[in-house]
């Protein structure tokens, strides 16, 4: 079974910085994708940032310049640097990770269960 483990939320002052981190594992197909998403109270979950397997980067427009994504992919973990944290960046954090079966070539997503990310004053 597939698991995906996150770690590094919390309570931060705005301005400050957190980082994240989600290590997958139990599966034997290959992992295509690794992201993270956010859920605000009241609203949808919606893409943070994602990396694939080649290092093609997508960001929101509302964390470009400054939260980083990176991966380790012989670890299968991903990073997530947030700085200059604002108010609104308050949000559960959910980590997601794409695998590939080749012999279908489809992909299949799973979720971690999520970090709570707090930025108050």
């Known amino acids: 079974q597939v698991q995906l483990v996150e770690s590094g939320g919390g309570l931060v002052q705005p301005g400050g910085s957190l980082r994240l981190s989600c290590a997958a594992s139990?599966?034997?197909?290959?992992?295509?994708?690794m992201g993270w998403y956010r859920q605000g109270p009241g609203k949808r979950r919606d893409l943070v940032a994602n990396?694939?397997?080649?290092?093609?980067?997508n960001y929101a427009d509302s964390v470009k310049g400054r939260f980083t994504i990176s991966r380790d992919n012989a670890k299968n973990t991903v990073y997530l640097q947030m700085n200059s944290l604002k108010p609104e960046d308050t949000a559960v954090y959910y980590c997601?990770?794409?695998?590939?079966?080749?012999?279908?070539?489809?992909?299949?997503?799973?979720w971690g269960q999520g970090t709570q990310v707090t930025v108050s004053s």
């Open positions: 139990g599966s034997r197909f290959s992992i295509y994708s």
């Open positions: 990396i694939n397997n080649g290092g093609s980067i």
């Open positions: 997601n990770a794409e695998y590939l079966d080749r012999s279908l070539d489809t992909l299949t997503d799973y």
